[in-house]
């Protein structure tokens, strides 16, 4: 017997799949400073995620481009989604009780 034709058609490479990507889109995320009222957008690598034992110690922190103020929020399961779906880095923190 002879092989089929369509033997490994089923097989994708790497260059084929992202053969029709252009380029990746970055991801900003909106954000807004208690201290100035301003409101900006931030990359992924403005922002930093510390995820700790609880909600109290589940933040995100950046600083703000108009004021230099130091602004830190608290972080739900949606935003810690989103944040780390973005690229955004994150922190462990681990309890030492």
Do not use: N, Q, W
């Amino acid at each position: 017997m002879s092989e089929s034709p369509t033997a490994g058609a089923g097989e994708m490479t790497v260059a084929t799949a992202f053969a029709g990507m252009r380029r990746a889109v970055p991801v900003v995320f909106k954000a807004g400073c208690p201290d100035c009222r301003g409101r900006f957008e931030l990359g992924a690598g403005a922002l930093r995620l510390a995820i700790g034992a609880s909600s109290r110690t589940t933040f995100y922190s950046f600083t703000c481009p108009d004021c230099g103020s130091a602004v830190r929020k608290p972080a739900g399961e949606r935003i810690v989604e989103l944040l780390t779906g973005g690229g955004v880095s994150t922190l462990r923190l681990h309890s030492t009780v």
